[in-house]
């Protein structure tokens, strides 16, 4: 039971020294204490080293949080202390391993930047609290108390004096919210929410004039984001198709726009609002033409013919082949601006245009999701052989889920690219159908305020927090296989009853018939 | 009657992928079969020793292909997923072999008072063995805690969670490199006497084709390691309890035999081909750098789906066909070389739409079925 007890937690413990250390060499840790200097209001010059108290602080957090999650569910009170104490212990040596090679570096001066690129010695030195040699020992007694600490705070958390009182504050603050609601009127509960509705509405219509270019930029980029969620989600949420290959969609919206409003290819000057509903149609061909050959294919392999797809795209527009249609490496500049009722476009009409677009499309999602098609894609979703059976025709609705998604790829792209006044192939990577699928599985699939969401705290926060960027695709990628072992069904999951087993998304067969169809197949 | 009638142009509509596959297959087949005739009979610009270096550099990007199609298979065949993150895995192992070689490199082993000699020129032999060595146990061990940690939580959900959960367990492991060893590309240091570039010289028409040794040590070194893969799954007990797996986890467990072990071996051993094969890139082709890892796994990927994914000889002729088609197919075709990722996507494709099983796929569902 004891050997069993202290297995366990130094295991976490190693788990969490490694983590540390990871951090430490992705440099994730001044990152870290410069945020939390900004937190408390000590702002770090950019370039510059934060305080090495921060750097404790992030430390200490981290400590609790070992000792925090080494608490297991059974055992005594004092079980779970020791399971902490262990795991700090685990960690805080691990660390002052890691501490001691660091320090030797140091002291010897050798510069190891040329393979770890981040490890620089003012990191070492913060690091190690700025006490060299002695910052090792104090690394070992900070994880060892916080650790303690950690898991007593848990302990003291779970136990029934606090969950009791937790409770009566609980139905204290119930009473008082019951006490208030009687005594407002009655259209007060009836219309409340339409109020909040429009008081958001409102919010939405004042903040693009008045919050700055840069917040507008931001907030486009989520916009799009929104919109771009929305057309995969129409694929892989409503009719269960798993399609990696939306930049290349995107791509065709934003070429379109720009080809047909740039002097330098081509000089056609078609202007902005033909050349969007071009783009969206350019977009919708491609769909098609992507679709039609690979309708028959099953889940992953669609995935993969649909990532070859996008990138065959990008590198067509990248090689010389193309260069003198669609500009080659350089991209397209100098997109001509839209203009409206004669007034020409600026950050702040391209916010509005940006919130239309989206409120656009986020009314023609709920009525195709609760149409007569909207209902076939479910079918097709949940179960492709009944779908066929009760007479739904798999193809075309599968075709038209593609098409339609497409046309929102498309009409993302084409804002996007004249927003930016510049579309090149850089812009439509793999990155960008990989931050679309995050932006849908981490918000949440089917579920519109889930992929708002999931825009705003994977696109926004981001942008936002300059200092998150560079580890912003490394979160991405460690989100996506958290959530999918976490929390399948994203952040904000969707209100409609999941048809299939909990914890599902329910993408088409489940795995042993497919299975077998796929032996049968190959 | 009537209703014989009503549901003729449903029957024809419902099927447009029958109409579209052909004419797509023929517009493809059209294509292919102008070019080569305008390239081979109409210019005839290229001699033969152009084709032979052709051929030699498809022979040995072909054979790194097969190593990593391998692992890609031997995991299909099990867990019926797509290891995206394979790709990373072999990045992880072409990293672990420059480490490596840059380390041999630093030690001086020169008696005092000559010259100084690095231990990886002194004794090449030893270097390159330590480096495969470290790079397969590296990226073997990357490949069990990959399965360990974003695989196996996930054994029963459907199908698609896994695949979200591969594709970010690739992004993260690529950023995790980029992060950690920035993201310049870095020449691998290859011992002296295989040096990139130096190797036998053949004479074909007065005209020298170099075989080098990196590539000859690539070559035969992934055959070698396909042979031994083979005979360990075919008379092994490891080997017979990964086909039983493969073919039937409930019965296999039922017979005795621990199957998440099982599974984790596999992603073992895929990883430490991987792990060869990142070595073998980084030694022929002498880059490496975070992103490396990518191509060759899609390309890897398409080349198990060409010899039908899940069966083994088939990813390893699959492969080889890969490889020499992505190096004799735009000089054949006479197109830009910076296409030939084209070529192998388009291949990828066209084999989906049209055999999905694959070149050997019916091998495969006999023994199998």
Redesign the interface.
Known sequence: MNKDIIRASSRKGLIFGIVMI?LV???FHIMAATMISKLLGTNVLRGSFPEVRFMIIFLVLYGLWVGWSAVSREGTATGKLFEGLIAGITTGALVALFGLILFYLLETQTDVRR????LSFPSINIFLLGLNGVGIPVHLGLFTLTGLVGASLKVGIRSQLFTRTVQNIKSFVNNLKLRITSLLPAYVHKYGKYFFYLVMLFLLFLLPSRWGAYNNFVFGMVGLYVILGIGLNIMLGLSGQ?M?GIAALFAMGAYSVALLNSPIPHGVMLGFWPSLVVGMLVAVLGGLLLG??????R???L???T???G??IR??L????LTDFTGGPRGIQNIQQPTFLARPFNDVSYAYLIIIAMAVSIFLYYRLENSRTGRAWLSIKEDTLVARATGV????YK?LALCVGAAFAGLAGGIFAARNQFTGPNDHTLMVS?NV??VV?VGGMNSIPGIILGSFALRGLPELLRELE??R??V???????M??VR?EGLWPSSRPDL?EK??????E??ET??KE????? | MEANKRSRPKLTRRNYSKIIRPIFGIMVLGYILWRLYLVLIVQQVYTAEIWVRLLISGLIIGGVYALIAIGYTLVYGILFMINFAHGEVMMIGAFAGYFLFEFTKSINVAAPGEPPLSFSDGYPLISVILAFLVGMTIAAAAGFFLEKIAYRPLRKAPRLIPLISAIGASFFLQNAAQLLFSPQVRDYTNPQAIARGSGWTIMINDARVIVTYTGALTFILSILLMIGLYVMVQKTKLGKAMRAVASDKNTAALMGIDVDVIISRTFIISGALAGAAGVMWGLHNGLVHFFVGFLPGIKAFTAAVLGGIGNIPGAMLGGMFLGLIESLGPTALGISYQLKDVIAFVIMIVILIFRPSGILGEVLSEEKV
């Open positions: 990871f060499l992705i440099n393979y770890l690129t981040n798993f990696i039609l050959p690979i309708m028959r294919l889940g992953d392999y995935a993969i013919v990532l070859a797809f990138e065959i590198i067509l990248n090689s010389d082949l025709d798999v193809q075309k075709l990989i699928l995050s599985i560079t580890y695709l490394l991405f990628g460690a989100l996506l296989v958290f999918m072992i399948p299939e914890g599902s998304i329910g993408l088409q489940n795995i497919e299975g796929g032996r049968g197949n190959g």
